[in-house]
């Protein structure tokens, strides 16, 4: 696992937009709190910056 990103969903989905909570589940997050660990590459980012106002990176 060379390099990776960890994402935490920090924000409800209720009345957030269907595609960004379509976003959301390809990151791999289900409920507020969890966190998914995922290869660190552009599409990654620009999913991450798409639903930046919900989730948040930890290291």
Known sequence: ????IKV???KGLIGTRQDHRATVRGLGLRRI???SELQD???IRG???KVAYLV???E
Not at 1 to 4: D, E, P, Y
């Open 1 to 4: 696992m060379a390099n990776t």
């Open 8 to 10: 935490k969903l920090v």
């Open 33 to 35: 709190n969890s966190v």
């Open 41 to 43: 590459t552009p599409a």
């Open 47 to 49: 999913m991450i910056n």
């Open 56 to 58: 948040k990176v930890v």
